[in-house]
């Protein structure tokens, strides 16, 4: 999918779902803004979790924004 698709997509589901829990796995940041709860990951090892704006302060997560 390309950005806009990704993007439609990706809001219809977390509309559609507000009311349940939904684990999107992904590899941009559409979205991530909306989730109570990120967990960050890397070589299957959890290297933090929490919301998007605990995670902000993180330099990897940090690092992986910024290539978006």
Do not use: C, K, W
């Amino acid at each position: 999918l390309d950005r806009v698709m990704e993007s439609q997509v990706v809001e219809s589901v977390l509309d559609h779902y507000q009311d349940r829990s939904v684990v999107l796995v992904t590899h941009s940041n559409i979205g991530l803004q909306r989730m109570d709860q990120i967990i960050l990951m890397e070589n299957g090892a959890v290297l933090a979790q929490g919301s998007y704006s605990e995670l902000s302060r993180h330099p990897r997560f940090q690092a992986i924004i910024q290539t978006f």
